[in-house]
């Protein structure tokens, strides 16, 4: 599909890092200071602003600033004007850049736009975080349609586990384009956690993060009347919020809310400080997908509030419960898990997402292809 370029022995080969939102800094941060390392290749950071305050808060945890922000960024946006303005202005950093690949990651607008920009102008693209499948366009929506269409324009696709890989090649995608990584994701929690030892105590807390749009409106009232018949039925838990800034949902959540005071709503956290929350809470509640992968390796259930996931392994391996949105079943799911005993032992713990070392796989694997031979690849850990 794409000529690879062979950098010349003289000179750096620019690779683009793009990121838009939160989790898209958080994942690619291990990954822009893996190519930093290599010292014939040359990372540049791009921000679409997707995002603004909550991307630039995850970019100061890890000491990155963009080289190029597009500040696509307007009130009440739909996804086909950020899809465009991404697609308009990504293009004429690429045009000056002129780089030897690009770099996305995940399911976002983001993700999909900038690797279609950089598809048009004949540069290879790099997907991190491929091959995760509901197989269900309408959910998550419209994050599995992004996630599929990025993939058919990849020259790399990075797959976290053998299932996403095995998605791939389902879908025809020619086997020598796909590599098994694990998740950079792990990377960066086990990175800000140091390796989390001492272990933290768990607290009588359920973490929780809802914030998807198929949970908007009567799903989400569901989930919250749910977790309203937990308290009522264990009077030692509370629940610790850090509500996404989503004016549609707040309506809803102080009427339901208004009728407990052991749901502590916080702002957005910053990512060290939420993974300390992560790492010290009893139970996880969400309809998120990074904790879903993030939260085994910490030896924690996660219950997921919705009706199917992309990231089936952890529920296989009994790490993660799929629970669905009705109020009996979040109720009693909530309550059959806080009765379990809580993990006790190493630190890190098993976790089929990956072991702390995604992003130097994917950096060896994409220096050798640019570089052409495997000797001239030098990887400074």
């Known amino acids: 599909m794409f000529e690879i370029p062979t950098s010349a022995s003289n000179r750096k080969t620019r690779v683009v890092v793009v990121v838009g939102t ?3 800094a958080i994942k690619l941060a291990p990954v822009y200071r893996a190519l930093a390392k290599v010292p014939q290749l040359t990372p540049v950071l791009v921000s679409t602003g997707q995002h603004t305050d909550l991307l630039r808060t ?7 600033k963009p080289d190029y922000e597009l500040k696509v960024m307007t009130p009440a946006q739909s996804l086909a004007t950020t899809a465009a303005r991404i697609l ?4 004429l950093v690429l045009e000056e850049l002129q780089p030897a690949a690009v770099l996305v990651q995940g399911d976002t607008t983001t993700a999909f736009a900038a690797g279609l920009a950089a598809f048009y102008a004949g540069i290879p693209v790099g997907h991190v975080e491929a091959g995760l499948r509901t197989g269900d366009l309408a ?9 599929q269409m990025v993939a058919r324009v990849c020259q790399w696709c990075f797959a976290p586990t053998p299932q996403s890989r095995d998605n791939l090649l389902a879908e025809r995608i020619p086997a020598q384009r796909i590599h098994v990584t694990g998740n950079t994701g792990i990377d960066a929690l086990l990175e800000s956690l140091g390796e989390l030892q001492p272990r933290p105590s768990p607290r009588p807390i359920v973490l929780m993060t809802l914030h998807r749009r198929e949970s908007f409106g009567e799903p989400l009232r569901e989930i919250l009347l749910g977790v309203l018949d937990f308290l009522h039925a264990t009077p030692e838990a509370r629940v610790i919020w850090p509500v996404h800034p989503n004016p549609a949902v707040m309506p809803l959540i102080n009427e339901v809310l208004a009728q407990t005071d052991r749901v502590e709503r916080i702002p957005p956290q910053g990512y060290r400080v939420f993974a300390e ?10 309809d998120s997908g990074g904790i879903q ?3 085994p390796s910490l030896g924690k ?7 199917t996931t992309e990231r089936p392994e952890a529920v296989q391996t009994g ?16 309550r059959r898990a806080w009765v379990e005993p809580t993990y006790a032992g190493p630190i890190p713990a098993p976790n089929p997402y990956g072991d702390g070392q995604a992003s130097r796989r994917l950096v060896e694997i994409l220096a050798q292809d640019l570089l052409g031979e495997p000797s001239a690849v030098t990887y400074s850990a």
């Open 22 to 24: 939160r989790p898209e």
């Open 58 to 64: 995850a970019l100061e945890v890890f000491t990155l």
């Open 88 to 91: 308009e202005r990504f293009t």
């Open 139 to 147: 959910n998550p929506f419209p994050e599995e349609a992004n996630r």
């Open 277 to 286: 929350l992560l790492a010290s809470s009893r139970l996880i509640l969400t």
């Open 293 to 295: 992968e993030e939260a």
């Open 301 to 307: 259930r996660v219950l997921v509030a919705r009706d």
């Open 319 to 334: 790490q993660n419960r799929l629970i669905g949105r009705n109020r009996s079943r979040v109720a009693e799911e909530l």
